[in-house]
């Protein structure tokens, strides 16, 4: 799988955008970027994932740079509810056993500020 | 729906005891996971099981055996609890293929005494 970078932590305003980025510099063809966030060591939740378009749900926004070696979270109108660990994740197959892996890094920590 | 469940959410082992984690989904996905996470790092992979009747190491297996139950059903067990087995475990499920959204429990928090 390919890794991934991310800085360790951002603070975003109430209300503005989060632009949370990540690097992927070494990801291959047929491998997709995944975003998931973990709110107080709850279960890791989905958000949004992409192969090489921008991608966009209720949720939140997902921009790939057209070399596809990083990619950009946006969460349009973040609120303290949206203070968690972003997590990155570049999905592709594991050790040639036909499954497909989610490797976590340390992602990043949000901290939504009042 | 309930998605993905995972029993039991606390428990607390003495060093050399034994216990199960089970982890169960109502989902229909091929694929279980076992990821374990310690204080401020990342899920590691434990063990995976692409579809029934399979199960794979992960990048942290020692220490640790799983079964593929059924469909539904993918159970981890501690033989021999270690203190450095302390942590949270998560289960996930999902579709095969790489496209697709995984579901995680809510994890059980394991001390080792």
């Known amino acids: 799988d390919a890794k991934t970078t991310q800085p360790p932590s951002m603070d975003c305003a109430e209300g503005r955008a989060a632009n949370l980025p990540c690097n992927h510099s070494?990801?291959?063809?047929?491998?997709?970027v995944y975003w998931y966030r973990q709110i107080h060591s709850q279960g890791p939740q989905y958000i949004i994932h992409?192969?090489?378009n921008n991608e966009t749900n209720e949720m939140a926004s997902l921009i790939i740079t057209e070399d596809r070696k990083s990619s950009t979270l946006i969460l349009p109108h973040a609120t303290l509810r949206d203070t968690a660990v972003y997590y990155c994740?570049?999905?592709?197959?594991?050790?040639?056993?036909?499954?497909?892996?989610?490797?976590f890094g340390k992602g990043t920590k949000l901290s939504v500020i009042p | 729906n309930a998605g993905v469940t995972q029993t039991p959410k606390f428990q607390v082992l003495k060093t050399g005891q034994s216990m199960t984690l089970q982890c169960a989904q109502d989902?229909?996905?091929?694929?279980m996971y076992w990821y374990r996470q310690d204080p401020g790092m990342g899920l590691r992979l434990i063990y995976y099981?692409?579809?029934?009747?399979?199960?794979d190491k992960g990048e942290v297996p020692n220490g640790y055996n799983v079964s593929r139950l059924n469909k539904r059903e993918f159970s981890l067990r501690l033989e021999s609890a270690a203190p450095s087995q302390t942590s949270v475990y998560f289960c996930?499920?999902?579709?095969?293929?790489?496209?697709?959204?995984?579901?995680f429990g809510q994890g059980t928090r394991l001390t080792v005494v």
């Open positions: 992409g192969l090489k």
């Open positions: 994740i570049v999905r592709g197959l594991y050790s040639g056993a036909g499954s497909y892996q989610l490797t």
């Open positions: 099981s692409a579809s029934e009747g399979t199960t």
């Open positions: 070494t990801i291959s063809g047929n491998e997709y």
């Open positions: 996930a499920s999902t579709e095969q293929g790489p496209s697709t959204e995984a579901f």
């Open positions: 989902m229909n996905h091929n694929s």
